[in-house]
């Protein structure tokens, strides 16, 4: 079994910047990818980044292109979000998942085997 802890949320300005991680724990952890996906009040969870383990490949939403980074530490499992220029539209619970299975896109929460508990980003104005 592997367990995902996000930690790295709290409060901020818009404007302001900060730095989710999640870190992996369990059996060997070899996944296909990981992913940040955010469920705010009343809304879907939708897909924030994610990033292929073998390439390193990117993927990003719309909204976050060109002030969100994903990246990783593959010496100890773990995957950052580093967000910049934070917006308000940006307060929602954010959520660390990973995924095993090489079928299907890595932009769909479905595809995802593993989750965090999640951690809340809340921008305010």
């Known amino acids: 079994q592997v367990q995902l802890v996000e930690s790295g949320g709290g409060l901020v300005q818009a404007g302001g910047s900060l730095r989710l991680s999640c870190a992996a724990s369990g059996r060997t952890f070899s996944p296909f990818a990981m992913g940040w996906f955010r469920q705010a009040p009343g809304k879907e969870r939708e897909f924030v980044a994610a990033i292929s383990w073998s390439s390193s490949r990117t993927y990003y939403a719309d909204s976050v292109k060109g002030r969100f980074t994903i990246s990783r530490d593959d010496a100890n499992s773990t995957v950052f979000l580093q967000m910049n220029s934070l917006k308000p539209e940006d307060t929602a619970v954010y959520y660390c998942?990973?995924?095993?299975?090489?079928?299907?896109?890595?932009?769909?929460?479905?595809?995802?085997?593993?989750w965090g508990q999640g951690t809340q980003v809340t921008v305010s104005s």
């Open positions: 998942a990973a995924r095993t299975r090489t079928i299907g896109s890595n932009y769909n929460a479905i595809n995802y085997d593993y």
